[in-house]
């Protein structure tokens, strides 16, 4: 397969408040920025390449009960980082869907924090290992997949 994924362009109600928790909470640097009326973005990236593009023209929140995005999922270094942001998260007052770091199933050494945006947008942060140990919030299903 020669595709792979790109960035990510999310739709927010509130730019400003968006862009404040995926800059100032996640660490992603702005890029570039639109504020004309009626056609306000961000742009969003790691240091070297572009990330996330945040769009407002949604008027409502995130609704899971609809087609597209199920969930954005971001990679950390190592299991110590993954505690670091829930630490910066929830100083920050976000909403978890579990509490603490989470193993991806039962038995997992993967997993992560699982989480949501100023909009409800459903968000996880994890690692491939490190989550040795830690509780899965269901034995049948991945921890990803129903939050």
Known sequence: MTLRPGHTGL??????RSLAFYRDVLGFSLIGEGKEEGRRYAFLGD???LVLTLWQQAEQPYDGGRAGLHHLAFEADSIERVRE?????RAHGTDFAHEGVVAHSEGAASGGIFFHDPDG??????VPTGA???PAPS???????FF
Request: net charge negative.
């Open 11 to 16: 739709n927010v109600t509130d730019l400003d």
């Open 47 to 49: 240091g070297e390449r």
């Open 85 to 89: 942001y829930e630490t910066a998260l």
């Open 121 to 126: 947008t459903r968000l996880e942060i994890s």
């Open 132 to 134: 040795e140990g830690a």
């Open 139 to 145: 034995q049948s299903a991945p921890t990803c997949g």
